[in-house]
């Protein structure tokens, strides 16, 4: 029996976002559906269902919004000033994060895009 992840789960894994180069710290991404710790540590970012204390935490109000926030098809400052998503904690890093969290999501597509083209050819 398969398993289907739901976009957040989706996500879930190590990336290398060199935007993130001397960024430390732990992000609570909160939405209505599924809750992931993103956790920084200077370009290296993992993104967990497992908990730890949180240096910010940012709260989604719309299924998903958060996965659309971090594909970059909403921008974090501009759907903190429309009311879409909240932030508590250390504005810092949220400001920080804001352009490179589409980092995470084009190197999900570019390894899912490889994998696809490996196994149709082999």
Known sequence: ???????????DGTYVVPELEGV???IKL???VIT??????DGRVVV????GPPD???TAFEPYDWVRLVSGELNLVTSLLQGRVEA???PMLVVR??????AIARQKLGAQSKAETESSHG
Do not use: H, Q, Y
Not at 36 to 41: A, C, E, P, Y
């Open 24 to 26: 430390r710290g732990r």
């Open 97 to 102: 994060i804001a352009g490179s969290l589409p």
């Open 1 to 11: 029996m398969t398993t289907t992840k739901s976009p957040g789960e989706a996500f």
């Open 48 to 51: 967990t269902p497992e908990e």
């Open 56 to 58: 910010c935490t940012i």
């Open 30 to 32: 909160i939405g209505p």
């Open 88 to 90: 508590e904690g250390d």
């Open 36 to 41: 992931r710790n993103v956790v920084i540590d």
